[in-house]
């Protein structure tokens, strides 16, 4: 059970992750309006290398959109008081573990156990 001040202590990285998210999203829109201009005089090359950029952009703005929702589900577990407990075995989720990747939903020892796993199922 996390104690008040753990609480209002994640919800504010909670928070400052959302904020960062949101900023980055407005800058991706502004850079998507903008990429169109300027194309007058421009070689292949100049072509090719803002096409790569553009592609590069759009891939980190799908990655923070998930990692948004992630984000947006670990506000809803903070608000219910759910966001400590593990899914998979409803054990404690330790508060530096939370801090440290606020969006986990696993304890240390089954995230352990289900990378392991994962390892353990890759081809040789």
Same mark, same amino acid.
């Given at each position: 059970?996390?104690?008040? $001040? #753990?609480? !209002? ?7 400052? *992750? %959302? ?23 421009? $070689?292949?090359? $100049? +072509?090719?290398?803002? +096409?790569?950029?553009?592609?590069? !952009? ?7 959109? @998930? @990692?948004?929702? /992630?984000? #947006? *589900? ?21 508060? /530096? ?6 969006? =986990? =939903? %696993?304890? @240390? +020892?089954? /995230?352990?156990?289900?990378? #392991? ?8």
């Amino acid at each position: 059970m996390l104690t008040p $001040d #753990q609480t !209002q202590r994640l919800r504010e990285r909670l928070t400052a *992750e %959302l904020t960062r998210l949101a900023g980055n999203a407005h800058s991706a829109i502004g850079f998507t309006m903008d990429r169109d201009r300027d194309r007058i005089g421009r $070689d292949s090359m $100049d +072509e090719s290398a803002e +096409e790569e950029l553009y592609s590069t !952009q759009l891939r980190l703005h799908d990655r923070e959109t @998930f @990692f948004l929702g /992630k984000i #947006q *589900e670990a506000v809803r577990r903070l608000d219910s008081g759910e966001i400590d407990v593990c899914e998979e075995c409803a054990e404690p989720i330790g508060f /530096k573990r939370l801090m440290a990747r606020p969006v =986990t =939903t %696993l304890c @240390f +020892e089954c /995230k352990t156990a289900r990378e #392991q796993v994962e390892a353990d199922e890759l081809p040789e």
